[in-house]
C-alpha cells in the first residue's frame, strides 16, 4: 500500500476468483516471504473491512488491513477517476472524428483504440475499488 514505513508487517487477505482459493493456498508461503508479509488468509468470501486498502487484479480482490486513512483515500481514487475519464473523452473524441480515423495510419488508430480500452479497464479497477472502499 501506498505511503507505508518500509518493513512495516502486513496482514493481507486474497480474495480468489470461486474454486482458485486451493491453489492459492498452497503458495501462500511463498506469498507471504516475497511480499513481506506477517499474516496472510485466503477467503473467497472477504469483505473490506474499516481501514482496509483493497486493489482489484484481475478476478482476486487483495486486502490490506489497517493502512489507510480512508477519507484520503477516497480523494486519491476519485483524483484518479477524473484523470482517467478525461484520457477516456480525448480517445473518444479523436477516434469519433472521421478525418482522425480516415487520414491516420492504421497503426495510429489501432494504438488510439488500445489506449482506449486501457483507460476502460483503468476506470473499471478504480470504480471497483471505490465500491470496495464503501
Known sequence: AQGLPPRQPLE?????APGRAAAILEQTHVIKHLAGVSALSVNEDAQRTPGCASRVMGEMVIFVHDVIDEGAERERLNKELKRVEKEISVCEKKLGNPKFTDRAPAAVVAENRDRLA?????????????????
Not at 486501457?118 to 464503501?134: C, F, V
Open 12 to 16: 493481507v487477505t486474497l480474495k480468489p
Open 118 to 134: 486501457d483507460y476502460q479497464q483503468n476506470r473499471d479497477a478504480l470504480l471497483q475499488n471505490l465500491k470496495e472502499l464503501g
